[in-house]
């Protein structure tokens, strides 16, 4: 989650959390302790690490911060800006960053140069995609951008009003024709 950007148009203050009596929570953290509080606790309380990297992981978040990165600049700056960028390259370098990062907090590859190459290769053909087809799925003449990794936070139990579960909107737009959030 490198890129955040909330529009100074939009005048929504955040609420500062007292992390001396209140804590935060992610959804999936949430969803956890509601499925299993057992499981919450070795996870989150106890820190066992259950989880081992994944390439899907690694390609998800790379291809999530590139088309992020691109369409801040398409709607911050011009399509211009971001037609220039270079996506495949981005992509690569965040693969390659994010790879290394999980690499080195499990101690040992989990994917192979040819898997590496084959999800790299699909990403690539999906950003031409995003390319082409931008205007169909990103109109930048009645949209505006609004935020990138928006924050949320809601008290998702009233009998623990001083949990807060905080959630990331990854792109938020408004229609300038209705004024309408999506």
Known sequence: MSLVYVSEKFN?????????????????????????????ELRYVR?????????YFVYGTAMHEVIQEFL??????????????????????????EYTTAMEEHGEHFSTREELSEFYSDGCEILKFLKKKRRLY???????????ELPLQVAPDPNRPNV????????????KSTGKYK
Not at 47 to 55: L, V
Not at 138 to 148: A, K, P, T
Not at 164 to 175: H, P, R, T
């Open 12 to 40: 929504r203050e955040q609420r500062d959390i007292d992390f001396t009596k209140e804590k935060i929570v992610s959804y999936s953290q949430y969803s956890k302790y509601k499925k299993c509080p057992k499981s919450w």
């Open 138 to 148: 990103f109109s930048s003449r009645d949209m505006e951008l609004i935020g990138v």
């Open 47 to 55: 820190k066992e690490k259950i989880s081992s990297p994944s390439i």
């Open 72 to 97: 801040h600049t398409a709607y911050t700056q011009s399509v211009k800006a971001a037609e220039a960028l270079d996506l495949q390259g981005m992509l690569l370098t965040k693969i390659k960053s």
């Open 164 to 175: 807060f579960m905080q959630q990331y909107l990854d792109l938020v737009f408004k229609e």
